[in-house]
């Protein structure tokens, strides 16, 4: 049974740092293409980043550029959202996920494997 479990979310106040994880497990995601997505209260879910497992190309929305940084842990088979210089704008749940297409991909209809969420809340 695959399961992405994330962790590490939680209230920090703008300018501060977050590290969020994404435990997988069930099968192999060496050939997969992980996700991080969120979605704001009222809004549609929107791409954050995504990583080659194999080779960690990675991919960012412009929005988190510079800020995030996204990360794996073969031993451990986590993925990583270091999350820096944090705005409220940022404030929602993220969710991992993991798509069996070969190219990095932000559609989040190409996931096909998704984590329950985690909230992370930007105070000012």
């Known amino acids: 049974q695959v399961q992405l479990v994330e962790s590490g979310g939680g209230l920090v106040q703008a300018g501060g740092s977050l590290r969020l994880s994404c435990a997988a497990s069930?099968?192999?995601?060496?050939?997969?293409?992980m996700g991080w997505f969120r979605q704001a209260p009222g809004k549609e879910r929107e791409f954050v980043s995504a990583?080659?497992?194999?080779?960690?190309?990675?991919l960012y929305a412009a929005s988190v550029k510079g800020r995030f940084t996204i990360s794996r842990d073969n031993a451990k088979n986590t993925v990583y959202l270091q999350m820096n210089s944090l705005k409220r704008e940022d404030t929602a749940v993220y969710y991992c996920?993991?798509?069996?297409?070969?190219?990095?991909?932000?559609?989040?209809?190409?996931?096909?494997?998704w984590g329950q969420g985690t909230q992370v809340t930007v105070s000012s």
């Open positions: 990583m080659r497992w194999r080779g960690g190309i990675t």
């Open positions: 069930g099968r192999t995601f060496s050939t997969y293409t």
């Open positions: 996920a993991a798509s069996p297409i070969v190219r990095l991909t932000t559609a989040a209809n190409e996931y096909n494997y």
